[in-house]
Nanobody, 117 residues
């Protein structure tokens, strides 16, 4: 089974930055064939879309992160990234990577991001 693996989470102070990465557990999985998304879920909250990058490199962001977060992909490295700047305590959540196309959808197991002094 394909497993998406997130990395880069951790503890950061308000105003700080983190860069998350998402890669597949098998090299046979090609992110170029998928729309890639980042979601997040805080305790007691619904899982919300944070950022999307399509196969054609069109991007979309939640209003709450627009201007602060940047999603990108490097197909050569088979990796998608989420650069998070100007982090706020409200950004604290488990961040999940998702890959989807017309016939499949895959999820990572999440990486914890905690924004606190």
């Amino acid at each position: 089974q394909v497993q998406l693996v997130e990395s880069g989470g951790g503890l950061v102070q308000p105003g700080g930055s983190l860069k998350l990465s998402c890669a597949a557990s098998t090299s046979l999985f090609k992110i170029s064939m998928f729309d890639m998304t980042w979601y997040r879920q805080a305790p007691g909250k619904q899982r919300d879309l944070v950022a999307l990058i399509t196969q054609g490199d069109t991007t979309n962001y939640s209003d709450s992160v627009k201007g602060r977060f940047t999603i990108s992909r490097d197909n050569a490295k088979n990796t998608v990234y989420l650069q998070m700047d100007s982090l706020e305590p409200e950004d604290t959540a488990v961040y999940y990577c998702n890959a989807r196309n017309l016939v499949a959808s895959y999820w990572g197991q999440g990486t914890q991001v905690t924004v606190s002094s």
